[in-house]
T-cell receptor, first 115, second 109 residues
């Protein structure tokens, strides 16, 4: 049981380049999300999905796209990287049962630097 | 949205000491979690504890939902316990995990 797998762990991009951060979970969780963590700002929600085919914006969605074609995968795309997107990115998943998201599991993170 | 506050913000202890971290939240919740972010940045899920008490080795947690607080106990601290401890709740109003302010724990050998 691998949990939540994120790749890559580290990435350096030039301004204007695009890339996809991969996230996969093997726990059959319905809920998946992407956060970014910046010093002094805490973790902020970028996008989330409550099931395959359903995505929605979080607090800081600009510059990012997501899709959810399967329950297992939730990739995050940076369309045209900017230095302001330098951050640590975390993918998280959780089950949804009635009112409760039954615990989140986080991936190990991707440290992205945009130069 | 839900407000989540933690205390103390910083804690420095000798190896072997015990500690209690507190989490207060502003609204009734049924999905409180505790996480440990280690010095390498990984976010480790410690407890999912909407109410009651759970124990896992040297760590235990108690949530009193009716009084809107949760406590994390760490006994016989080890240097590997260092890092930042967060409590968090899922806010269904905006579908995000709202994190507390964190407690930075430093264990000195």
């Amino acid at each position: 049981n691998a949990g939540v797998t994120q790749t890559p762990k580290f990435q350096v991009l030039k301004t204007g380049q695009s890339m996809t951060l991969q996230c996969a979970q093997d726990m059959n969780h319905e809920y998946m999300s992407w956060y970014r963590q910046d010093p002094g700002m805490g973790l902020r929600l970028i996008h989330y999905s409550v099931g395959a085919g359903i995505t929605d914006q979080g607090e800081v969605p600009n510059g990012y796209n997501v899709s959810r074609s399967t329950t297992e995968d939730f990739p995050l795309r940076l369309l045209s990287a900017a230095p302001s997107q330098t951050s640590v990115y975390f993918c998280a998943s959780g089950s949804t049962r009635g009112q409760g998201v039954d615990g989140y599991t986080f991936g190990s993170g991707t440290r992205l630097t945009v130069v | 949205g839900i407000q989540v506050e933690q205390s103390p913000p910083d804690l420095i202890l000798q190896e072997g000491a015990n500690s209690t971290l507190r989490c207060n939240f502003s609204d009734s919740v049924n999905n409180l979690q505790w996480f440990h972010q280690n010095p390498w940045g990984q976010l480790i899920n410690l407890f999912y504890i909407p109410s009651g008490t759970k124990q896992n080795g040297r760590l235990s947690a108690t949530t009193v939902a009716t009084e809107r607080y949760s406590l994390l106990y760490i006994s016989s601290s080890q240097t590997t316990d260092s890092g930042v401890y967060f409590c968090a709740v899922h806010d269904f109003g905006n579908e995000k995990l709202t994190f507390g302010t964190g407690t930075r724990l430093t264990i000195i050998p």
